[in-house]
């Protein structure tokens, strides 16, 4: 089971671009790269996934480079409803994910 | 559309009572989810469901805990003879793809925050 390693916290400004790396060093070939973002009395929320290279969607990147130990969630122009907890998982089957504590990232105006 | 919800949304328990937490998936949605999250800390893996079936349930922290899905829609998780360390939220999650592996997002409830005194 591969398990991630992402910083406990980050600060940031409204208007930046927020990126937060995770290391998934002991991931395995099937293992695909997740990102959720938590509120306060909020289940989580899907963010992205991919697998290698870069994968864009409405709200975010991800960059995995070609050997895939690490990977970066890229926050474009952050607000304040920005500031959350985000979790990066890496695995194949749901239930075997292993979360961690995320990385607490805090939008200041 | 209506999204995972989880009822009661708290639940105060005495030390020694028993309770139950519910979750009901979105509609059609083979595979249920549930999870522990202490404060602080990323969600747990509890246990896991495909439809009625429970096909995962590794993660329950002893046998006080105890989860069913009868009809393959909503699911109880029940909490029998409750301790302090039993404190924390309790999340469900669901999702249509039935095999288990990562590629299809979970969808969560916003959980039930349970506190034993």
């Known amino acids: 089971l591969a398990k991630t390693t992402q910083p406990i916290s980050m600060d940031s400004y409204e208007g930046q671009e927020v990126n937060i790396t995770c290391s998934h060093n002991n991931i395995a070939t099937n293992d695909y790269i997740t990102w959720y973002q938590q509120f306060p009395s909020q289940g989580p929320r899907f963010i992205i996934q991919?697998?290698?290279?870069?994968v864009t969607n409405e709200v975010a990147s991800l960059f995995i480079p070609a050997d895939r130990k690490s990977s970066t969630l890229s926050l474009p122009r952050v607000s304040l409803s920005d500031t959350a907890v985000y979790y990066c998982?890496?695995?194949?089957?749901?239930?075997?994910?292993?979360w961690g504590a995320g990385t607490k990232l805090i939008i200041k105006p | 559309g209506a999204g995972v919800s989880q009822s009661p949304r708290y639940k105060v328990a005495k030390r020694g009572q028993d309770v139950a937490l519910r979750c009901d998936p979105i509609s059609g949605h083979v595979s249920l989810f549930w999870y522990q999250q202490a404060l602080g800390q990323g969600p747990e893996f509890l246990t896991y469901?495909?439809?009625?079936?429970?096909?995962?349930k590794s993660g329950l922290p002893s046998d006080r805990f105890f989860a069913e899905r009868p009809e393959g829609s909503v699911s109880t998780l029940k909490i029998q003879r409750t301790q302090q360390e039993d404190s924390a939220v309790y999340l469900c999650a669901s999702r249509t793809e039935a095999s288990g592996a990562s590629q299809e997002t979970q969808y969560f409830g916003p959980g039930t925050r349970l506190l034993v005194l």
């Open positions: 469901f495909q439809n009625e079936a429970q096909l995962d």
């Open positions: 998982l890496a695995g194949y089957r749901v239930y075997q994910l292993i």
């Open positions: 991919g697998y290698k290279t870069k």
